[in-house]
Each structure stands twice: as structure tokens, then as C-alpha cells.
């Protein structure tokens, strides 16, 4: 589901909250906007090519399983733009960027096996951002005084060229309550 | 003036040994990060298997053709799209108004005239051919050139390879013009040339380049084995500059060089002799075309497909002065006979919204997963498209866009049929490049 | 009246030819498209101040008078962010930027008095792009070759800092057929 | 490491001086140009007077307390805009995520911390301080500073001004934290301290800044005369970073600085004393409030009217983690009462598109005029508002945008009454600031 499905349907069920009689303008926006009534289905995309299912994780054709959705299982906590649809991976950086040495770390459950995994959210470098699929999930996220935790810091900080161009999402452990 | 700098290459190379030095260490970084969050971590019994920090995609080799380039003045860099599997294969970061990417057939690599200021927008010029590795998609080298680059909003003809891949000719406007030559063999300047009065540059020849003049004349620059220059030819007039000028956005069949004027006269070139010669003018309007006022127009209003003599021109409907005006319509013609062979009405392009394309409801149940491409196409006021490119290969594609959307429309190019849209990332589409032939 | 009246009235227009059968939809969409039916009737912008005259130029009241619009009559030739728009004058050069030496000229009617004026387009220079009043009239530019008449060209080009802002149009003189 | 360059400045005036020695002659080369053309130019027996090349606009002195600088984070650069006129005044360019200018109360200039590349997105990293004339929006100076300033999207605290006007607090962290500090009226780099484990930066007092620490405590740094470390103190932790850690957007109100928490819980820290006073916690949110689930959020979500006492809160309907969610409504408090007082629903920020804000009929006769205005605020989804700020004057006004439109709204901040939208020219809005009390 793409940030607009989100803000379509968002937006169609802001204005269903706001609108005290069903005119026919706002059902019609409603019918434009997207329409909170209609079911949002997760299909496979038309271009994509079928991908094969990753030891241990969702179904890829659904958007828990697919490294191109903002609601893959990894993401819980990224703020940026997925590596995944810039030229990388979910655990590789894009074309003639760098993987930042340093970055800050999430807590994500994985629906197949219900497991707690330790995601590090490494940033891609050195070049400008990719401007595709942005997303933002925050869950955790703490401020920039509590870096290990903040995905508002830009983690290029560490290497040669900072600028900042997408995140990964790569699996370093389990996590088990302490 | 340019100063010299460390190859950024090489400065990337370093880099690269220091993240695999590191990456072995940077696990341990990471799980005391983790333990001072209060969590335990384990290291099996996990059913995702644990993955590996640091790695860095590299393109397929060969590059495909219906690979493309789509340039976004405004962000400062060009994408690299895959039309088949409508996928972002990476992206060049560019300098202030950078335009054209120049790549060879015999080498891996593609070459980046840019303009940077030492503070973003003011202070010291620099201007550099980057030499960018093809597969990589990263700077291994650059060299430095006068800081007179020519800055327009052309999306081509600033600069052009040596048809031996040898030398790269960049034109310079300050508003004296000239050629700044560069060996990217050697990867080292070899020199300017003056050439007043002549602006723009088109490869000719194995070391030759064209230029149009402010009269309506070619000037044809030659270069010696040491990318001086070698000789220079000024031609007869062949179009009248104030009357009926002929576009910057000419195109390239096999030998000739097409020019189309704002009236619709193709002019052609053929840079196959020892000189140029200038074809008799053919039109791609008849009466009937021009009584309906349609016109030529747009960013980069042609494209042609060697392989099959086809020539693709964006057409509006629109008065005189309205060469920049988007098309409407694609008009195909057949360059063995002249004669126009197909009218392709233009279909949205598709809104984007800082990057991502405005659609949704892809994954809703039918026919609901239709509702946006029937929006845009039957109620979305449409833009109008600004660029038009063709592949080539032997199952070719066409791709158009729009100076306000950074998404395409792909067709088949051979049929006119649409395919679908794919999403740049860019804010706006300035040029579109289809750089690989099958090998 | 802005690039979006211009692009919705083209829009609105648009869809009245392709739209065969005058629909409840396409009656709709004319509506929030603007509708070609509607008048285009040039009146003050609601919070702009009133402005006097200038000596010999149309009535700043109406967009052939107003150095704000696209419309202004000597925007012939222009393509480009407006000064007037972007801190500077249809004269002068917005706050921190730095005229360009050399320009293209264009020949524009003043309808005030039906006499033909040269007008000269300087780039205003130094910093980014200002983004606001983009416009683009084209009558008599002619291709990049040709410079003295080209308006593609970044004429910030003789100075120190070339980066483009915006444009202005200034009166040099009366064009009389030689 | 960061080079010395000529400081902008300087070179500017030899500029200025060029183009009034050049437009005497300038006028000459645009006459044989328009000679080149075939026109006869008559310079008399027009209406409208010939007029001179080469003026730039100054801002009027001094500036207005209804002037706001407007981020945009993506085009890098903030604009400047008077929101009584309705109109752009100018702006300033900036580096790599610049964040916030300091606004001193005494001197006509103001302070930008900004990071280069030497090839824009690659290369040599140079930090830098760039000293601005307030009213000729022109760099005259900068100072260089470690290449280890603090790149992240926060929209403020990331460089603070001591309360004298005389010391720039600049946040480094590589990740390891420190400051750098600049005499801003010296104009020279003082020095970097180092503070571990403590982040980002407020003035508090003469020669005083406060920093947070991972703990939930307090940083005290004092300088001395030349801008050294006089004294660090570390307070008591004064809120859990865990369970409810308040955020980066403080306001200051007075000698406190108003910090408040993902739950809404309002921390004040009076600054007046020697040391730092840490007031007991009040909360934004009643019981009702919770159970609704409003909670605070935004990327610069407070303002505070000081002279008035009035503190606004952008607040939304959201479970956990929802500290960063855009605003549906505003919430006004008096920090007397520590009451709220109103709830303003927002208008939507009007749509942009490209810098231009997307409105239309503006000049169509009555009712038609107010289309658009009711499109926006009754059909179109409003994106929720991420940033509010308020002028500090008598007559004080609130603006509030979005990070998906270059458009602002403005309400009277008294009466909280809509008054109207304005276009920056941005393509989103990530900061607002209000730097101008009235004199």
C-alpha cells in the first residue's frame, strides 16, 4: 500500500468524520478519495515479478512480507526512503551509495514466526535522496538525545559522503525480553 | 578556476576497505547498542536467519536496453529506470543544471559535465567532467574543465562524445563560445577551441563535431589525434535563423542529423562524407495539418528508432511562438518515405506528489483497481507531455514525460499501444535518455 | 491570473471537447475545473495593496497592467520566475541577488499606447531559484544559438555567482521598423 | 577539513562595484544588440521613460514582527515572507539540512550554519557559519567550523545564540557530541567543547546554553569572555527517556524553556537562577483528552505568544508513537492558568505544486471567487498541519504548515480566526520562525 492509499483513505474517512449529511459532493469525494467502505485489498502489483518467500518471513505478496511496502514486518520503526525501492534491497544500499557505520536500532515483531527481532536501520550515502517510498513508522523512535533510538538523525554522519539517500532494514538478532 | 581534487574514486575505494575492515566490528557496536537498550539479544533459535552489514548493489551487465535515464533539473540528478520491470535501478547526483549523460558503446563507463560552487549556490565555480563507472554508478574519476560550461535548459547538445568514444567536446557560453575537448581515454584535457558565432555541439564523425551557427550555417570541428583541433568548416546558410529556425533538439539516424524547425521542416545532414550535406527540407505538416494550426513542441520533441527509420514528433495544436508548448498528440513517420504513418493520442502521464506517484487503490478488487487510471485519463485536466524517447532495440519502447509529473507513460513503440505508468522519483521529467543498444 | 487559472481554463476546455455526452461527472468536473464557461474577469487580488499607475502603462488593475502577472505586457518574450514575485520589482532585482550583465531582448506591444518597446529580460542572480510567478510567453525567443533572442539561457552567466533567481523586464528603449 | 575561502562578503562588493561601472556601458551593448536584430531603437517620444539597469531591492529597516523565515528542507532554503502584505520578500539559500537562523536582538544580521560538498552531494565536507546583512539578505562574512555539525530534520535546536547576542552554540555530533562555539561578533571560531552524552542545544542566559542528555537530565554549559568552557553542570534526570521522553521542539517563554513529553506533560525549566530550575510537571490533556486519544505531535509542534503567556499545541487523534503525526487541531493554553482556553480547528494549508500554490477564480466574479477557498476546506483531505508558529507583537499572528504543501495558513492569534493562506514559493514547509519582536 503506497503513502497514498494511506492518505486517500485517511482523508476519506477524515471527511466522513466531518461531513453531518451524505450530499452528494461528498459522496462523490468519497467514491474519488477512495472510500473508507472499500475493503483495501492487498494484492500483488501488476509490473512486479513474483518473488520467492524468504526463509521465516510473511508471504511476499502480502505488504507484511514485501520489502517494497512500507508495512513490511522490518520497517516498524523507519523514517526515510526504502532501499528496497531505490536501487537496493531491504539488506543492500543502492548503486554507488555506502552503508553508514553507525545507526540506530528497532524492535519489530515478525508476524510469521512472532518473534521480537533487532532491526539496525542503516542509511545509504552519498547521494541525494532517492524521493521514493518514503516511510515513516516511528515505532520506538525516541528524540536525537537518545540517538540509538532516533531515526530523525541522519546516520551518513559517520562516513565520507553524509548526504543521505535511503535505509535498509537488516535483521541482527533476536530480541528476548532481559 | 577549478582546483584540483582527490579522484573521488579512489577516495571511494578507501571507503569501501574501511566498511568491510568494519563491518566485522560493527556487529559488536550494534548488540552493545542494543544491550544498553535493555534488550537481550540471541543469535539463533531465530527463524530469519541473521544478515550481513555493509553491501552495496552493482548493476547487471551488459545494461539493457530498455534501460533509461530521466533527468530532473530541479533535484539535481537523473534516474535510472528499468521499463520492463518498471524498477529504480539507481540515480547520478548532478550539478547545478546539469544536462546529458554522454556514454560510450566501447567502455563501461558514462561521462557527467557538472558545475558546482564551493557554497551550493554562490562563491567559487568549478566545473568537471565526472567519469562515472557504468555498473557501479559511482564517480571513479574527474577532470577538471575551464568553469565556462554553457548553462541552459537544453536537455541535450551541450555536450557529445567523439563517435570513437574518445573525446567529449563541452560547449561553453560566457556569452563567447567555444569547445572545451576532453580525452576521456586519457582522462585529461586536451584543450578549447574558439567558435564565435556557433553555439551547441552534435557528434559528426569519428573526430569530428557540429555546431549551429547564429546565421543558420554548420561549422564542423575537427579534431587531431591529440584533441586539437585539426581544421574547421563553416557551411552555406541552410535555414533561415529569423524566419523559420530549426529547434536544438535535433536527432541522430545513423548518419544524418534530423533538425526540425518550429514550421515542421525536417532538415537533414549527412555527416557520412568528408563534409557535411545538407538534404533538401521535407515537411511534417501537409495543408490540411496547418490549417488545423498543429505545430511542433515541447522540451524534447523527438525521437527516432534507427533500426526501423521511425521518427516520433510531439504535436500540439497553437500559434506561432508555441514551440515549447507540451504535446498533445504523437505523430510517427516512417523517414524511408516521408510520409506520417500513425497519430498516437498522448495519455496522462500520471501525477506525482514530491516523488511518489498520485495513485491508489492498485490493490483493490476489481474493476475499483481501475478507478485512478480512469480518473486521469477521462476527468484529470492533462499536462500535456514535455519529452519523448525510444529504445533501441529490436522490441522497442516508448516513453514520454512531463515537465510537471515525475512519472512516464510507457508504450510499445511499435504499435502506439499504451502500457502503463512508472514513477521516476523525480520531481519533474526535463530528459529522457534510452543510452544502450542490444549488444 | 496565475499559471493554475490558465492550466484549469485549458483543462476545463479540454474536457468539454473530449466529454461527448455532457454527463453528471464532466458537468462536475467542469465545475471544480473552473469551467470555460465561466468569465475570467481580471479583478484585485484581495490582499494585495492598490497600486498607482506608472506613467504611459496600462491600469495596474488589470493583468496586462500588473507586474505581478504573467500577463503584465512586457512579459512578452519571458520565460522565468518573476521579480516582482520574488522580493524585487518588475525593475529592480530581488534582496541579495545581483543583475545579470548580459540578457536577451524582447519586442513588446504596451497596449497603454500602442507603440512597440524593447524590453530587456536580466537575470537576477545569486541565489536558488525562487519558485513563484513562473512564466513563460516565448513570443519571438528563438533557439539557444541565437542568443541575443533566446530565453533558454541562464544569463547569470557573466557573473560572479550564476546561479538563477529570477528575471526582470526593463523598458531600454522605443522599437521602431527599420 | 574546512578551507579558508574569501569571505562572500567582500567578494559581493567588488560585484556591486562591477555592475555600477558596467551598466553606463551596459546600455550601449544592448543597444548594438538590438541593432543586431534589425530594430531602430528611439529613445524619446515614448510614453513610458527608459529605465536603469543593475538596482537590487533592500528590505526596509527595521524588520517587521509579522516577517517569518519559511525552511524548506528539500529546496534548501528559507523564505522570507511579510504576512500582513501577503508577499515574498526575499531569501536565503542554504547548505545540506541547514537548520534554523539565529536572530540577534542587537545587530542587523543574522547567523546560518550550513555544510557543503565540494561536489555537491560528494566530496570535501566544509562547515560553515555565514554571517548575513539583514537587510541586503547578502552573506558579508563566515566563520569555519568543524565539519561535524549535527545533520538531522529537527526544525530548531541545533544552533543557539547566547542571551548577549555574542556567542553561536553550534550541535557536532560524529556521533560523539560537542559544541562548537563561534564569536559571532568577533566573527571568529572560539573553540569546541565536548559533551558527552548530551545533545542538541538552548540558550540560556548571558553566556549560558542547556543541552539534553540520553538520561533525561540537564546540561548546563557556561562560557567565559573568549567564548571557553567556564563551567559544565549536569542536573538531576528530570523525566524518563523510556517511558515518556519529551521532545526537541521546546519553546522558550521568558527565562523558561517550555519541554514537552510524547504524553503531553509540560516540563518547564526556569533558566533565571544560577542553575537551572526543573518546575513540577503539568499536563496538556485532561481525562476526557486521553480517552479520546489526543495527543501532541508535529515536526515543529509548540509556539508560545511570550508577552501574552499564550502557549499553542498542535494536537491529533493517535495511539503510541504518534509523536510525529501532523496536527488536526490547535490547542491554545494560558501558562498563567495552565488552562486551555480554545481548540482551533485548522484550515486546510492550500495545495502547492512546484512553489506555485494550486488556487484558481480568485479573480472570478462573486461566489465563484470562493470556489476554490471551499473546495480546499470542504473536499479536498487536508494533510494535517506540522508546524505552527506565532509573531511576537501586540497584534499577534498565527501561521501554520504542512510538510506536503509550500502554502501557509494565517489566523489571527488572539481570537484564532482564519484570515488566509499565503504562498512561500516552497515545496514544503518543515520550519517557521518569527524572529522580530516589535522594537
Redesign the interface.
Not at chain 2, 520491470?85 to 543544471?97: A, C, E, H
Not at chain 2, 511562438?321 to 515549447?324: I, R, Y
Given at each position: 500500500m503506497s503513502r497514498f492509499d494511506l492518505w486517500f483513505a485517511q482523508s476519506a474517512r477524515a471527511l466522513a468524520r466531518r461531513t453531518s449529511r451524505r450530499s452528494f459532493l461528498s459522496r462523490l469525494a468519497t467514491l474519488i478519495l477512495g472510500g473508507s467502505a472499500l475493503p483495501l485489498l492487498p494484492v500483488a502489483r501488476a509490473a512486479a515479478q513474483p518473488r520467492a518467500p524468504a526463509p521465516g518471513e510473511p508471504d511476499p505478496a502480502t505488504p507484511a512480507g514485501d520489502p517494497e511496502s512500507c508495512e513490511y514486518w522490518r520497517h516498524c520503526a523507519i523514517d526515510g526512503f526504502l532501499a528496497s525501492c531505490c536501487g537496493g534491497t531491504h539488506t543492500s544500499c543502492p548503486p554507488g551509495t555506502e552503508m553508514s557505520l553507525v545507526t540506530w536500532l528497532g524492535t519489530c515483531r515478525n508476524p510469521a514466526d512472532g518473534k521480537d527481532y533487532v532491526i539496525s536501520y542503516n542509511d545509504c550515502c552519498g547521494k541525494d535522496l532517492c524521493g521514493r517510498c518514503f516511510c515513516q513508522r516511528n515505532e520506538g523512535d525516541k528524540p536525537v538525545y537518545y540517538p540509538s533510538k532516533s531515526n530523525d538523525i541522519n546516520w551518513c554522519m559517520g562516513r565520507e559522503g553524509v548526504i543521505y539517500n535511503s535505509t535498509v532494514a537488516i535483521v541482527v538478532g533476536v530480541a528476548t525480553e532481559s | 578556476m577549478p582546483r584540483a581534487?582527490p579522484a573521488?574514486g579512489r577516495?571511494?575505494e578507501a571507503?569501501?576497505r574501511a566498511?568491510a575492515e568494519?563491518a566485522v566490528g560493527?556487529?559488536r557496536?550494534?548488540?552493545r547498542?542494543?544491550a544498553?537498550?535493555?534488550?537481550?539479544?540471541?543469535?539463533a533459535?531465530?527463524?530469519?536467519?541473521?544478515?550481513?552489514?555493509?553491501?552495496?548493489?552493482?548493476?547487471r551487465e551488459p545494461p539493457h536496453p530498455h534501460w533509461v535515464f530521466v533527468g530532473d533539473l530541479?533535484?539535481?540528478?537523473s534516474a535510472?529506470l528499468d521499463l520492463d520491470?518498471?524498477?529504480?535501478?539507481?540515480?547520478?547526483?548532478?550539478?547545478?543544471?546539469s544536462q546529458g549523460i554522454a556514454v560510450p558503446r566501447r567502455r563501461a563507463e558514462f561521462y557527467v559535465p557538472?558545475t558546482?560552487?564551493?557554497?551550493?549556490?554562490?562563491?567559487?565555480?568549478?566545473d568537471?567532467v565526472?567519469i562515472y563507472d557504468a555498473?557501479?554508478?559511482?564517480?571513479v574519476d574527474?577532470v577538471a574543465i575551464p568553469p565556462r560550461r554553457?548553462?541552459?535548459?537544453?536537455p541535450s547538445a551541450n555536450a557529445a562524445l567523439s563517435d570513437d568514444d574518445r573525446f567529449l567536446a563541452v560547449f561553453n557560453?560566457?556569452?563567447a563560445t567555444s569547445l572545451s575537448v576532453v580525452d576521456v581515454e586519457a582522462r585529461s584535457f586536451a584543450g578549447e577551441i574558439a567558435t564565435p558565432g556557433?553555439?551547441?555541439v552534435y557528434a559528426g564523425g569519428e573526430r569530428r563535431f557540429l555546431?549551429?551557427?547564429?546565421d543558420g550555417s554548420l561549422l564542423t570541428v575537427t579534431l587531431d589525434e591529440a584533441g586539437q583541433e585539426a581544421g574547421k568548416l563553416r557551411s552555406e546558410p541552410f535555414f533561415d535563423?529569423?524566419e523559420d529556425?530549426?529547434?536544438?533538439k535535433a536527432v541522430r539516424y545513423g548518419d544524418r542529423w534530423l533538425f526540425v524547425s518550429f514550421e515542421g521542416q525536417v532538415h537533414a545532414v549527412d555527416v557520412s562524407g568528408d563534409a557535411p550535406r545538407v538534404e533538401a527540407p521535407w515537411s511534417l505538416l501537409d495543408e490540411a495539418d496547418r490549417e488545423d494550426a498543429w505545430r511542433i513542441g515541447g522540451i524534447q520533441h523527438l525521437a527516432v528508432h534507427a533500426a526501423s527509420g521511425r521518427l516520433y514528433s510531439l504535436m500540439h495544436r497553437g500559434g506561432a511562438?508555441?514551440?515549447?508548448q507540451s504535446g498533445s498528440e504523437l505523430w510517427v513517420y516512417d523517414l524511408g518515405t516521408r510520409e506520417r504513418t500513425q497519430r498516437i493520442a498522448l495519455h496522462h502521464p500520471g501525477f506525482s506528489?514530491?516523488?511518489?506517484?498520485?495513485?491508489?487503490?492498485?490493490?483493490?478488487?476489481w474493476p475499483?483497481?481501475r478507478l485512478s487510471d480512469w480518473?486521469l485519463d477521462?476527468?484529470a485536466?492533462?499536462?500535456g507531455l514535455d519529452v519523448v524517447a525510444v529504445t533501441q532495440d529490436a522490441e522497442p519502447l516508448l516513453v514520454t514525460g512531463s515537465k510537471?509529473s515525475?512519472s512516464l507513460a510507457v508504450y510499445d513503440a511499435r504499435s502506439g499501444r499504451f502500457l502503463?505508468r512508472?514513477?521516476s522519483?523525480?520531481?519533474?521529467v526535463h530528459a529522457v535518455q534510452a543510452p544502450w543498444s542490444a549488444p
Open positions: - | 581534487t573521488a577516495v571511494r571507503g569501501r566498511i568494519g560493527m556487529r557496536v550494534l548488540l547498542a542494543a544498553g537498550l535493555g534488550l537481550a539479544v540471541a543469535v533459535g531465530a527463524d530469519v536467519p541473521l544478515e550481513t552489514l555493509g553491501s552495496t548493489e552493482r548493476l530541479l533535484l539535481r540528478r535510472l520491470r518498471s524498477t529504480f535501478l539507481g540515480m547520478v547526483s548532478s550539478g547545478f543544471l557538472e558546482y560552487y564551493s557554497r551550493g549556490s554562490r562563491g567559487e565555480r568549478t568537471v565526472t555498473a557501479a554508478l559511482e564517480p574527474e554553457a548553462i541552459n535548459v537544453l557560453m560566457t556569452p556557433c553555439s551547441l555546431m549551429l551557427c547564429a535563423p529569423n529556425p530549426v529547434t536544438e511562438d508555441t514551440h515549447k506528489f514530491m516523488g511518489d506517484t498520485i495513485e491508489f487503490g492498485k490493490s483493490w478488487p475499483f483497481n480518473l477521462s476527468v485536466p492533462n499536462p510537471q515525475g502503463r512508472i514513477s522519483g523525480n520531481f519533474m
